[in-house]
């Protein structure tokens, strides 16, 4: 009996020496956190693909008539504050229209409405590379100065804007590093 005594008190001892070696030991180091610093926009059916500040809140819709389609990414600052009846505030923004009469980017900029282009305070049309396509940047007035990219690819236009206030806004250098991520995927 003394011996089976023995066997269960060694059993506890050597158990209860395991459990708090176990409890008392360091902790495992937590898994890194990454922090995401930008948003992904990633769109098949549109062809597009580019990055964003996560400071930026993204919204989507479709409008347009039974003839041309349309579609709208819109980011907005998060920090935005809607103020009641009153306008939006500066914005990035990407539409995407069918190009249904297959127009280059000259003609669909100088030839819609779409563009904002009569409002122009410059009529020049500066040619830039947008995701290995060509494009055509300008500037427009209205509520806010607006710079405009349009590319026009694979039947659509897409026309990339952001508003300001002032030429040395936070917007205009965001508008800049998003448009130097954007790629044309295969739709």
């Known amino acids: 009996m003394k011996a089976i005594l023995a066997i269960v008190g060694l059993v506890i001892v050597v158990g209860g020496g395991y459990y708090f070696w176990q409890n008392t030991a360091a ?18 059916q ?9 400071t930026y809140n993204m919204t989507e819709h479709d409008s347009g008539t039974g003839e041309r389609m349309t579609h ?12 009641p009846d009153s306008e939006g505030p500066p ?15 000259e003609e669909w900029i100088t030839g819609t409405s779409f563009s904002n282009y009569k409002l122009s305070t410059d009529e ?9 396509k060509a494009g055509l940047l300008y500037t427009h007035s209205g509520l806010y100065e ?4 349009v590319v026009v690819h694979n039947g659509r236009v897409y026309m990339f804007t952001a ?11 965001d508008f800049e590093d998003v448009m130097g991520t954007v790629e044309f995927v295969a739709s």
Do not use: C, M
């Open 27 to 44: 902790p495992e180091a937590p898994e890194p956190v990454v922090e995401v610093e930008d948003n992904e926009y990633h769109s098949a």
């Open 46 to 54: 549109y062809g597009l693909s580019f990055s964003y500040p996560d």
């Open 72 to 83: 709208s990414i819109v980011l907005i600052d998060k920090d935005f504050q809607p103020i």
């Open 91 to 105: 914005a990035i923004a990407v539409s995407i229209f069918e190009n249904t009469e297959d127009l280059s980017a």
């Open 124 to 132: 020049t049309l500066t040619p830039v590379t947008v995701g290995g």
């Open 146 to 149: 607006t710079d405009a990219v």
């Open 163 to 173: 508003g300001w206030l002032t030429a040395n806004d936070q917007i205009r250098s």
